[in-house]
């Protein structure tokens, strides 16, 4: 049922994924879930990079490099941290927005439409039983220098993605009566 589904998906980090690929056919699926993401307009702006085997191992480096370069005092720990996540995982999916060059709509309803579409692959690993979770390291702000981005794209994150053995942990949430009102 859908409410399972939503109820049961979780983040799941890379320290908890086993070694298992994911086969490309099975990301396209995930990726093909996100591109039926509802935008305003149809600007459909999200924009995916998919990463796996060099171009992972790379972005650890990268993101590792960025983070003792401008850290005030970084830690080695972390560093080492930076470069073994995206080894440990299967893919890592870069979720980018681009900016609607007439600017149609406000910046925040891109935003919105791009996280739509991750809650969508979201869904599709937990109902795939993968494992994923969005990360967003203030790091994500030198990624430009990584990929080759257009004119108005920026990088909002990755999705982490890989297969894991143990069950993950519940979750909770606060209560809904604090956040409704009935009118
Ligand atoms: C936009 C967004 C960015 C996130 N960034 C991070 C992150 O950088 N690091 C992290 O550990 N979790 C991140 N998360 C995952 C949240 O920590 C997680 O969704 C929250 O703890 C609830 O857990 P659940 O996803 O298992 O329900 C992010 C989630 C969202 C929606």
């Given at each position: 049922m859908l409410f399972d589904l939503i109820k049961n998906r979780r983040s799941v980090f890379p320290a908890q994924y086993n070694d298992q690929p994911i086969a490309k056919e099975t990301i396209e699926k995930v990726l093909e879930a996100a591109n039926w993401a509802p935008s305003h307009r149809k600007t459909e702006p999200w924009r995916f990079k998919v990463l796996q085997g060099e171009s992972k191992e790379k972005l650890g480096l990268f993101l590792s490099l960025k983070y003792l370069e401008n850290d005030a005092s970084p830690k080695e720990f972390k560093a080492k941290k930076i470069i073994q996540n995206p080894k440990s995982a299967a893919a890592v999916i870069a979720i980018c927005m681009q900016r609607d060059p007439e600017e149609s709509v406000p910046e925040w309803e891109e935003v919105a439409a791009v996280a739509m579409a991750v809650q969508n692959m979201w869904l599709m690993c937990t109902e795939l039983g993968i494992g994923a979770y969005w990360s967003s390291p203030?790091?994500?702000?030198?990624?430009g220098e990584f990929f080759e981005m257009n004119r108005g794209e920026v990088c909002l994150g990755f999705f982490y993605m890989g297969n894991y053995d143990e069950k993950v942990s519940d979750a909770v949430r606060m209560p809904l009566e604090d956040k409704v009102d009935w009118l």
């Open positions: 203030g790091l994500i702000k030198y990624m």
